[in-house]
């Protein structure tokens, strides 16, 4: 008896999404899945004050979020001219980096091991190299910076530079401080650097 409740059950779950995708539940989930990932902009400038004021932010700059993964909120900017893509990781606390560490002489380790847990593809990188130390400058707000080259170690002859800052923030209803990771990655024969710092000197941290 209890095998055929079972079996009774698992049929009824199947006949249900069955029915769910038949009567456009997958187009309505897809619409949801897009409605939150490409909000209006200025849904997108309330709902992420978390992060910062991006009402200032250039039009050419598409903002948009991202699910949660590996437990990190992300948002992104996606320059639309090239395609060169900034992203904002909550790290919820300051304990993995902050502003802080980027004086320190384990910067690099630091840098190497976050990236490695945050990055959100199959790649791995090899010979990381930091080769820049700097600070951006946004409405008073500092935003300590390194700059790193490194090798695809999946993609033979691919050759990477990105650009890794930090800020803090309180998250709303918060008590402790929240370090926000600004992260872009691109070949090195494409990296444009002017596009992230007018991206960072838009927002109001």
Do not use: H, W
């Amino acid at each position: 008896m209890g095998c055929l409740k079972s079996l009774i059950k698992k049929i009824i779950i199947i006949a249900i999404i069955v029915a769910f995708f038949a009567f456009g539940g997958f187009a309505f989930v897809k619409k949801k899945v897009n409605d939150y990932q490409n909000p209006p902009r200025n849904e997108f400038v309330k709902s992420e004050k978390d992060y910062g004021d991006f009402s200032y932010v250039s039009s050419d700059y598409q903002l948009t979020r991202s699910f949660n993964l590996f437990g990190y909120k992300k948002i992104n900017a996606k320059y639309i001219p090239t395609g060169q893509k900034i992203t904002i990781f909550d790290l919820k606390d300051t304990k993995k980096i902050s502003p802080e560490d980027f004086a320190s002489d384990e910067i690099n380790k630091i840098i190497f091991d976050i990236l490695n847990k945050t990055k959100d593809s199959i790649i791995t990188f090899e010979d990381f190299k930091i080769v820049q130390k700097g600070v951006y400058v946004s409405k008073g707000q500092k935003v300590p910076y390194v700059k790193f080259c490194a090798k695809v170690k999946n993609v033979p002859f691919k050759n990477v530079v990105g650009i890794v800052g930090a800020y803090k923030t309180k998250n709303e209803k918060a008590k402790d401080y929240s370090t926000k990771l600004i992260l872009t990655i691109v070949d090195t024969k494409a990296f444009n650097p002017v596009i992230v710092s007018n991206f960072i000197r838009a927002v109001r941290f």
